[in-house]
């Protein structure tokens, strides 16, 4: 078996089960993913969901508790992380404090023992993709932080490795910078033609950067598909307050068919898209579909919490009779300890059973 | 109460001047106590000594240091004192950085090996010197176990000669050593070498690029530590060693001046040259610190 980095790029990376146990808690489940060459898959989750612990058990950081990786026909989670040849973009970017910018990016390219002439060339087109000439031979200290992101990015791709895997990369940029390393990590994917896994708590970021989305909680994948796919069916009520349904609402369901269920409770009359014969349901509700004032079939009365002018109109938050909480939205100023009745078209209401625990 | 929110601090009610200039307010005052007691413990006695040094009991003012580097029963001391103190500072330089390295993920190994090597701290010179004595001494368990497994057939010397002091100078030292390099290397941030992983470098390649090169700066501040405990080694040196031959070091011959010869002048001498060597060894390896970056060691602004 070869002992240097993985060369050259891939058709399938398949993880076939893979699990990892922590002192007998399980942070990742089973997960099974077939990626295709130059593909751009993020995995979405809350902190603790297993999408770190994914992605470290892929750059061999981690060894498996369970299950393979293969790329191609090559089993890969038994080597060394130095012999996977993966680049990798760490949360806290991880720099070499004591190298120069120059060095950093240079540094994978040294160990695969390029010639002298050849790395400084790559370094220099890396730089350039990166757009960091001007700082090519500071320290990583020296830099602000989205110059420090930018570099890390650098030194992951300028090995040309069969793989990408970042980890939030962003998280520690302000809102700002965040949205343009966005586009930039979109362009770099798309320059290179190499493959991404991408890890974030961010839907944002997952839906405008992917071309599938794994969404995980507890270590268990709750759905894979395209963005629009999870926008528009989100599989479980997991998957679906990821895509914007922030309300939940945990109701008895009272009828239904034709793909819609009637649910009920104190205070309360929703009907939604999706089957649950009987026993409890939750209605997901995406906040800008909760109105308050409107009439229709759908109804539900909350004792307001609190509001906020959002300019256009007002955010308010809710409890249920039976002390649920909600967000909706109001076109005219509510207070405090008021009783409101919301309304919310059927069409825009997600009826899932409820989570087997 | 506007003076209280005045740029720089400073004393309710005091003006700004060349204090506030300098950055200096009322907590400038704390650093008194220290600089009294370095000025009474310290600059007042090394002064003192130095003044006295070019006051020989006879003759001209530098024939104290003339007297010194002309006798080779004095000058020679400083190459014996260096013999013993050069090498166990390396070794307990060196020994202590592949088991600091060894220990730098936190475990309760890490607690409980931590705890079994500092306890040589706790003894003193003087006790490890007399439990050396008796344990590698001709009768000692150690010569008796060698014997009994026939890896000798004689007890050997390593007692009253270099090699005793240089044993407990280890033994001694290697605590202060240990800890000080724990510490620098549990500051290193290990993502660091996971990220030199991932970019392809073995382990070795991991330690040689990134810890090596991090730890440079701590490991000179060890061995500057280490080496002015060394130097300045009596006790064992009497006791272990060989006082009259190979381990007659510069701290002896300066207490015989002083306490035997009753000639404080060129006693206050032999110590000024004493302190100067002291002085050349750590300064040439701090000037080498110089060469190694000696920044943050995590991998972010943070």
Known sequence: MATGPIDGNFEILKLDGVTRRFAGITALDGLDLTIKRGEFIALLGPSGCGKSTALNCLAGLLPLTDGGIWLDDRRIDVLRPEQRGFGMVFQSYALFPHMTVRKNIGFGLMMRKVAKADIDKRVAEALRMVRLEAHADKLPGQLSGGQQQRVAIARAIVVQPPLVLMDEPLSNLDAKLRLEMRVEIRRIHKELGRSTIYVTHDQDEALSLADRIVVLHDGKVQQVGSPEDLYARPANHEVARFMGYQNSLTLDVVGGGDGETRLAGPGMVVQGIGQVPSGRAIASIRPEDLVAGAEGVNTIDVRVTGAEYAGREFVGTAVTQDNQPVIFRSPRRISTDELVRLSVPTDRVRVFAEAQR | ?302
């Open chain 2, 1 to 302: 109460m506007s003076s209280l929110a005045a740029p720089g601090g400073g004393i309710a009610g005091s003006k700004p001047g060349w204090r506030a200039s300098l950055g200096w307010d009322g907590t400038t005052l704390l650093i008194l106590p220290a600089v009294c007691f370095v000025l009474a413990f310290f600059v007042f006695p090394c002064l003192y000594g130095l003044v006295l040094s070019f006051m020989p009991l006879k003759g001209g003012v530098f024939d104290n240091y003339i007297r010194f580097f002309s006798e080779s029963r004095f000058y020679s001391t400083i190459w014996k004192t260096l013999l013993i103190a050069l090498p166990a500072t390396l070794a307990n330089v060196f020994l202590a950085l592949p088991i600091a390295f060894a220990l730098r993920k936190t475990s309760r190994y890490q607690r409980i090996v931590t705890a079994i090597l500092v306890v040589p701290i706790t003894l003193g010179t003087v006790l490890v010197a007399q439990g050396l004595l008796g344990y590698l001494g001709p009768n000692g368990w150690f010569m008796r176990l060698l014997m009994t497994l026939h890896v000798i057939d004689a007890p050997f010397r390593l007692t009253h000669n270099y090699t005793g002091v240089l044993l407990s100078l280890i033994i001694t030292g290697f605590p202060f050593s240990f800890l000080l390099t724990l510490s620098y290397v549990t500051g290193i941030d290990p993502m660091l070498a996971k990220a030199a992983a991932t970019l392809g470098a073995s382990p070795w390649t991991q330690f040689k690029q990134i810890y090596l090169p991090l730890l440079a700066p701590g490991l000179a501040m060890g061995f500057c530590l280490a080496f002015v405990q060394s130097f300045a080694v009596f006790p064992s040196a009497v006791l272990l060693g060989e006082p009259a031959g190979t381990t007659r070091v510069m701290a002896l011959a300066v207490y015989q001046l002083a306490y035997e010869d009753y000639n404080a002048p060129m006693a206050a001498a032999g110590a000024m040259v004493m302190g100067a060597v002291q002085l050349i060894v750590v300064s040439c390896v701090l000037g080498l610190r110089g060469l190694f970056y000696r920044g943050p060691v995590g991998g972010t602004k943070g």
